[in-house]
């Protein structure tokens, strides 16, 4: 059941390698059952939305990535933020009420957790456009069914060098975009990365592919292009949906028995297929700083101070002390107990 | 100059693994400059120019491999031969006077030296099509400029999944195909055998890619599909033409001036970038047994007996003879060397 390859994983975290090209029985693909488009990256999806819905405001919340306020283009929307909490929860519904008919409102479905229940149908009393934010939530069984739209990426759950896909609930929405393929020299490189860090998982050596991966990364497009062939095919005939669910499953549950103190979401409901296994720690730099000398790379989702107001106290404190342990199919029970162990060895 | 990676290579000969994605400067394609279709495999090509024409009779010479008979419907048209010697020349061009208005001829520029000149000029005379077959002859710079067609194939030449090319000298002509991507499954496995060649290359291990690129071959698609996505970018950004075509070029002066009394071609005029160094040997089987001992794979170009009548004695005689000498760029002086050697220890 498990996908993790028979090489021993070099390190704990990062970029996916490029995938395996075994044969695998025909999947079944929930988010490409209805209207939806094939796209580069999430972040361009935002940018396509906008520019074809031109809504006056996009609600965002307080805590979110720095790409989504890149994607949208101040000439056309205006960025607004509600809050979010230290728990990810939102207090008050209060900034529903200055939301305006034809708006977008983008909900995050955060680490594989469920939005708020409710909040879509209350943005939609106000006329709004609601899209909510799967980015984080690829595999997960729980979205809102009434969301105007869906946003997936596959990067964060398989080995592609990109792709992310936007979906209408509308069967008869129609995107505008006429989408060209990704940017050749920019595609080479993120396949590059892919395939050195494929390389590097079962030979070692170099770890040329975080270098390149941040490049890649900070070139992504913005402007919408198609998902490449090789990853819409990857997409489609590779992926091991439920072997990696169970995986990534199994782990948040291991991590959860040793360190349900410190989770953020301290309970797995059914359906959520986790991204990672967030913590809150006084002295996360400290404890991140020793598990990257024992090779493990967890990542800060995300450091707000540049883009998020101030005023967002709860969303600060949280972006300071937050961590995510790494959980997903590449690695097993004994890699999520040293994980643990040295966690609980810095308390 | 060299092409050859910093790695030691594993083996001598067999299909190439998937390219680097190193940045490489802007690539000069002169095969590129003209009308063109971009495709999955050369059979393919043969295939579409075949149904497009639908030629009474297709001409081919008497040596050749099986796909381009493959290639040929015959609900469609009738495979004639001319003959080829032992020395890959064409004795006589009597068979010309049998050839009939809007009939197709095609010429192979053998192991990437140029075809019989004149031949195109007579068989036009005759009011016949002519395709130069290249596929031996990607890098080679001179092609008959009159031939109707010229086709051309990437994977013997660098490491790409799939990729041909078909270019029509006329720039008004047009290909009449509406073209669909490469079958997905039947990709997925070219690129596999591709990555795990690769990984062969640097790791060394398990030699799944052989078998799997067999597979891959005996099932390659003969209808046409379009190049992929993955081959074209490789196509247009990431080969090094000039490196390769110099590597080449200077293992086949290595190894002529070490077996000049068995190459079939004696001499490397300017502007051919071979495929590799044909030889004749008397006991042929036994050589390459000797050198398959020594982990060096030189192929067969081609075993003709089941497709080629028997009384092209001289072309069943040459096939019988022949072994190509691998001189590619992944090798260096010290490998033809070695090669050489083998060779002539066996004399």
């Known amino acids: 059941m498990s996908e ?53 405001n996009v609600w965002m919340p307080s805590y979110l990535c720095s790409s989504m306020i890149q994607a949208v ?25 200055s939301v305006q008919a034809g708006d977008l409102v983008i909900c995050i479905a955060y680490f594989g957790f469920p939005i708020l229940s409710g909040l879509v149908n209350a943005a939609m009393e106000r006329a709004a456009w609601v899209l909510e934010d799967n980015v984080q939530a690829l595999l997960s069984l729980n979205h809102d069914p009434d969301a105007h739209f869906q946003l997936y990426s596959l990067r964060k759950f398989f080995g592609v060098p990109d792709g992310a896909i936007l979906a209408a609930t509308d069967p008869g929405f129609e ?27 079962r030979i070692g050596g170099e770890r040329d592919w975080f270098r390149i991966a941040n490049l890649v990364d900070s070139a992504a497009p913005l402007s919408p292009h198609r998902m490449s062939e090789l990853s819409e095919l ?13 995986r990534r499953i199994a782990n948040y549950q291991t991590l959860l028995e040793r360190l349900e103190h410190l989770a953020l979401f301290p309970s ?73 162990a040295i966690v609980r060895g810095m308390e």
Chains 1, 2 share one sequence.
């Open 268 to 340: 797995l409901p059914g359906g959520v297929v986790p991204l990672g296994f967030p913590v809150r720690l006084a002295d996360r730099d400290r404890v991140r700083q020793r598990l990257f000398d024992q090779q493990i790379y967890p990542p800060v989702h995300w450091d707000i101070r540049r883009y998020v107001p101030e005023s967002f106290q709860s969303s600060h404190r949280l972006s300071r002390d937050i961590l995510t342990l790494v959980c997903d199919q590449r690695y097993d029970e004994e890699d999520m107990c040293r994980t643990a």
């Open 175 to 201: 995107f505008s975009s006429q989408l060209s393929p990704p940017p050749s020299r920019w595609w080479m490189q993120a396949l590059n990365a892919s395939l050195l860090r494929r390389e590097f998982d």
């Open 73 to 97: 283009n101040p000439a056309v929307s205006r960025i607004r933020f509600y809050e979010v909490d230290y728990d990810l929860e939102i207090p008050s519904l209060e900034w529903l009420e």
């Open 234 to 246: 990857i997409l489609r005939y590779r992926i091991d949906y439920q072997s990696i669910s169970a």
């Open 4 to 56: 993790r390859t028979s090489h021993p994983s070099q390190i704990i975290g990062g970029m996916f390698g490029l995938e395996d090209f075994r044969e695998l029985p025909d999947q079944p693909l929930p988010y490409l059952q209805g209207k939806h488009i094939l796209l580069t990256n999430a972040r361009s999806g935002i940018r396509l939305l906008v520019e074809q819905l031109r809504p006056a």
